[in-house]
């Protein structure tokens, strides 16, 4: 045979060979065999992930993958001809779980194989598919099942994680490059109340992540700085494997770097994530982050572990269980499930507030002193749900058992970060239920987690949080009935939330009845044993942690970490000076909070508010301004005016093109530095390059793509007109076969 009689070809001919009862056999075979997969289909993926329509896709491709292999197994020239149509085809709909993939090629495997003839390998292959997929289900659903109680019986309590060592060796910070078109980045942040995910890629130490997902986040701080025309310095989440299906950094799936926004010391959660540390407790690691921006500095970050997937794996060794973020701001219409706060969304209706204007920031502290010195003042406003004032915990955030009613809890559920059903809600109810009346406290609640959370927490007097009026910030974790906290958000602690700038209060708040605006902790505060225990985890604060040189380790070396990077960070939201203050308040603040702690304790300071208030035994912190170190809505536009000082900024000087530059035509003219005129900013929009640029950075032009230039087209030879044809005969089948279907329609 030549190669000429390889394209030798006649219509008839093939005609004459086409046989109709292999065609009706074969076609037969995968119509049942696709039925087969169908239901196999049917039964593994019920609930929310069954589709109808992929499943009759699945029988379809089946029978028309038959067909095509059955043609181009008897002719070069349609085998040839084939690849050429399908080249041109393109599958645009998303898969939405991964385990599709396999019933795809399994249907595709199935016609490839009957239409070659090999009916008996379909049939017996088919079979032994359908008993794997059938005993790895069942073994998921152990697994599931199980897991918990096994890794219990283990004696397991995590898995040690890569990024650990990597990202959150706080012996040195990270260095975190993001590599993203500039005309996204400014689009993001232009649009950042969105949330929208961006691409771009990562740059972690040595080590370059492609296709990551990053947006904005926050509560308040979003609002406030996208409301702010000097600054775009948002926080910002990345997420792995938002793109890419299975990518983690080091294995953590999402990695949180946050803007130090109303924080004026850039280490007060730093310094209550170490704290939790030391105590062992369930909370996210931490470590500081030189962020920059293809390249150039954009500002000191604190980075942190995301409380998801990769911290369930470290901390419980298992990602069972549900978590919820319940936020008692999304009361009125709230936000997305588990989102940030949005001022529009609050409805006060008829809730008279009084006189609720804040303390005057810039007066001196002696002017703001409502009681005599060493007597715990009244609080200017009621700011904490727990400190005298209103609270906003209702909607079941605040953990409080009203009812068995599940919508009685709807902001609970509203926060979900994994996916839960109502059975999932009931044995919350249920472990809020027993957990009020005391009932087998360690059968509905991780105790000892819990009461070293309650130590730390008390001693940050962070009332943006569970302790304060708005009960959110905060992770509630439940798994076999038992309910966790994992701890959040501590930017405003101590005393930021908006508390009157009396230091003594601060200082001395407390720690016998700090989450009075919750009954949650109520049990555990009434049994003696849990009481004593929560005792000694805040003498351990005191004693080895503050006392024992723990926190001087900390401060020094955070101070030696960051003190250069703050100088010249391009988006501070304070200055330099303003920082070095800030610093100096942060470490009296500790060690006067630790005296006074140390006092309750021993007896010599009353415990409780209500005592408080007429003794004269109390830490004198009346020389502490704790406004130096930011407070609410300071670190961005809107709310409570902050000092003047806070909200003028200057640009650094980088005419000496330095590695602090800020990136440029991200946003400078924002700042107005000395000598800089606020009317004639460097780039006009005359002067901005055009979108299309593409030196710019900025999309080219659709119509410049390569190949697409009109005068490119070339003649067809008439001799192949006739394969052309030929290809056509699978494409006319199946769109035969799309014109017969027809889907019924539904029922009104």
Partial sequence: MTFNDIFKSSFLENVSEFSILDTLIGLAVALVIGLFIFIIYKKTLTGVLYSSGFALTLVGLSLVTTLVIMAVTSNVVLSLGMVGALSIVRFRTAIKEPVEIVFLFWSLAVGIVIGAGMIPLAVIGSAIIAAGMAAAVCLCLCTVAFSAPIAAAAGETGITMAYETELFDTSSILTV???????????????AAAEEYYQCDVEIGGTTFYRVAIRPKGNTSLTSIASDPTTDRYSFKLEFDHYVDGQTCFGLDKLILNNNYADATNMKEALIYDMYQYLGADASLYNYAKLSVNGEYWGVYLALEAVEDSFLLRNYGVQDGELYKPDSMNIGGGGEPGGDFKADDMDFGDLDLGDMTPPDRNAAPAEQKTAAAGERPADDFGFGGGKGGFSMGGGGADLNYT??????????????????TKADHKRVVIALKNISEGNALEDYMDVDNLLRYMAVHVFSVNEDSLSGMMAHNYYLYEAGGKLNLIPWDYNLAPGGMGRSNDATSVVN????????GTTFFDTLMADETCHSQYYAYLQQLVSEYIDGGSFDAFYTRV??????????????????????????????VVKLRGQSIQGQLDGTIPSTEAAQRTSDALVDASALDLS???YMNSGGGGGFDAPAASKTRTAPDVSDGSEHAPPAGFGLSQFSGEGQNADNPQQTAEDAP?????????????????????????????????????????????????????????KQ
């Avoid at 708040?509 to 009075?516: H, L, T, V, W």
Wanted: glycine share 6%; aromatic share 10%.
């Fill in 509 to 516: 708040d407390a720690i016998d009845n700090a989450f009075s």
């Fill in 177 to 191: 490059n993001i590599l993203m078109d500039e005309a996204d980045w400014n689009d993001m942040l232009a649009n």
């Fill in 559 to 588: 101070r030696s970490q960051i003190d250069a990077l703050v100088e010249s960070d391009p988006t501070a939201f304070y200055s330099y000076d303003e920082y070095l203050t800030a610093a100096e308040t942060l470490y009296q």
């Fill in 403 to 420: 009812d068995d009613e599940l919508d009685s809890y709807e902001t609970i559920w509203d926060g979900e970060i994994t996916s839960t």
């Fill in 628 to 630: 130096t170190m930011g």
């Fill in 690 to 746: 055009a979108s299309g640029d593409a030196a710019s950075g900025g999309r080219p032009d659709p119509g410049s793509f390569p190949g697409s230039s009109a005068d490119a087209s070339a003649a067809i030879p008439t001799d192949s007109l006739l394969l052309y044809a030929l290809s056509l005969l699978p494409l006319t089948a199946a769109l035969l076969f799309a014109l017969l279907y027809r889907r019924r329609p539904r």
